[in-house]
């Protein structure tokens, strides 16, 4: 494909973390999260294979039109995949609220000493 | 798990982008990622704050952060509101792009039955002028990151700007802002048939009006008006012209700055603006004020709708409100927030016991509709509700 349009916005890029490296893997990450190239590309393969031993037509996923039902249980899977991606946010909050936050070597004390 | 977010799809016509399976799921994608941060990742910034970050700031300084300017200085620093602010940046780069593949692709030919549908136009108009100098304001940077901004042009008639916005919006409100991408004018027309039920304009004026989002519902409710929308950028108004036949909506689109209009003085019974203040610049916003006053007969009205300004505002929500200006490529939009508006309206003319101040209820309640309720950047919409100034003359 050609890429006719641009591709950043004028404009400098703010970066968040003190080492700039980081957003860009926070932007690798994502990226790679929303395209899963290579879960396209093997349902692709697998849509090929099934129009060739005539089993399914590629237009009719084209021509599919989800329920509503269909589109609600898509967007709640989305929604756990997300949690799965983001987890490691998550859990630092968890352990604020939970107040664990200990040090690693208090515990290995305790169970040394225990 | 919590229960399922809303699905509010947009609503197709002739000229919006069509996209293949992939680049609807990747489109999907970008959406389900915005909504899973105001759901999950957002919240956490205030409860580091609250928790942590203030408690600490008031141990050592004995008393709370004065301003946004304080808390920005401390939360710059924490690493979860690093993590959210790069994450949140990138769900909006990933937007733009994943709009522009399905343009791209077919970019000629999208352009070309654009072009033709204008040719053929039958109801409403469409005037460009190449002479108009984009002022400024608006190339300093490329406004919410768009790449080529809303005025770039990247060939003959080229609309795809509009193509690329139309999609976008809709991701980018996460569908709080309807099907139609229409909340805004749609809110303010239902304020007006609530609060002024005798009031039935003639002659609309939208300013700034991008693809026509909101002009459309201006069309729809008063139905013997002639309307009338402007903006500086010819992309945005070509694919808007385009939609708006096709919505059945007869707009008069004209490639104007809205500081400096043709419309002859006194000649608009209602004036109106979305989101247009805070894309200006201290001085464009007094001229475009001034010159709603000279277009405006008597007992005609403007009205803008904005975001709520930051005054009375605890310092850390206006924070993170605050959060496009500098994350998202809104230059004015901090300063267009903490302006006199009293002071804009009296220097134009009005009569300030005639000002509007207020917040509006959306239009758009659709009980599946989830909101945050809050005023937050990277949650347009959120708020369920819009903030409008403007003044009877």
């Known amino acids: ?114 | 798990m919590s229960e399922n977010t809303s699905v509010t799809e947009q609503t197709n016509h002739r000229f919006l982008a069509s996209t293949n399976h992939d680049e609807k799921a990747r489109q999907d994608f970008v959406r389900s990622y915005k909504e899973y941060l105001v759901k999950n990742i957002h919240a956490g910034n205030r409860e580091r704050y609250e928790k942590t970050i203030k408690p600490k700031f008031e141990k050592s300084q004995n008393r709370e952060p004065g301003d946004r300017f304080e808390v920005r200085d401390l939360m710059v620093k924490d690493p979860y509101y690093q993590m959210f602010s790069s994450l949140l940046r990138t769900s909006q780069e990933m937007m733009w792009s994943s709009c522009q593949i399905p343009v791209e692709k077919r970019f000629t030919a999208l352009n070309e039955e654009i072009h033709l549908s204008n040719g053929e136009s039958n109801q409403g108009t469409l005037k460009l002028d190449e002479n108009l100098e984009v002022p400024r304001y608006h190339k300093a940077v490329d406004i919410h990151c768009q790449p080529g901004g809303y005025h770039s042009e990247f060939g003959e008639n080229d609309a795809s700007p509009g193509m690329v916005y139309d999609r976008a919006v809709h991701i980018y409100a996460m569908g709080q802002m309807g099907p139609f991408n229409d909340d805004m004018g749609a809110s303010i027309v239902l304020w007006l048939k609530e609060n002024h039920p005798d009031f039935k304009p003639l002659r609309i004026l939208d300013l700034g009006c991008s693809v026509g989002h909101s002009t459309v519902p201006y069309c729809k409710a008063f139905k013997n008006a002639e309307v009338h929308a402007v903006d500086v950028a010819a992309p945005m108004l070509r694919y808007a012209h385009a939609r708006a036949q096709d919505m059945e909506a007869p707009i008069h689109f004209s490639q104007q700055n809205a500081e400096k209009l043709d419309f002859p003085d006194g000649h608009f019974d209602l004036v109106v603006s979305h989101i247009l203040l805070h894309e200006t610049s201290g001085k464009a916003i007094q001229n475009i004020i001034s010159e709603c006053h000279r277009v405006l007969r008597k007992n005609g009205v403007m009205i803008h709708a904005e975001t709520p300004p930051y005054k009375g505002m605890s310092p850390f929500d206006a924070f993170m409100l605050d959060w496009d200006t500098r994350n998202n490529n809104e230059p004015f939009w901090s300063r267009s927030h903490e302006i006199d508006l009293d002071n804009l309206s009296k220097n134009s003319g009005f009569d300030l016991g005639k000002k509007i101040e207020t917040l509006i209820p959306s239009a758009f309640q659709i009980e599946k509709v989830k909101r945050s309720e809050v005023f937050q950047g990277g949650d347009f919409g959120g708020g369920g509700q819009w903030f409008i100034y403007g003044n009877w003359k």
């Open chain 1, 1 to 114: 494909m050609d890429r006719v349009l641009k591709r950043k916005a004028k404009g400098e890029r703010p970066y968040f973390f003190e080492d700039p490296n980081v957003d860009k893997l926070v932007s690798m990450i994502m990226g790679l999260a929303g395209e899963t190239s290579v879960l396209m590309d093997r349902v692709d393969t697998i849509e090929q294979l099934l129009e060739k031993k005539g089993l399914l037509k590629i237009s009719e996923i084209e021509g599919y039109e989800p329920s509503t039902q269909v589109l609600e249980s898509r967007a709640n899977r989305r929604e756990i995949y997300l949690s799965e991606i983001l987890r490691i946010i998550e859990i630092e909050l968890e352990a604020e609220s939970l107040e664990d936050n200990a040090p690693y070597s208090s515990a290995v004390k305790e169970v040394e000493e225990g």
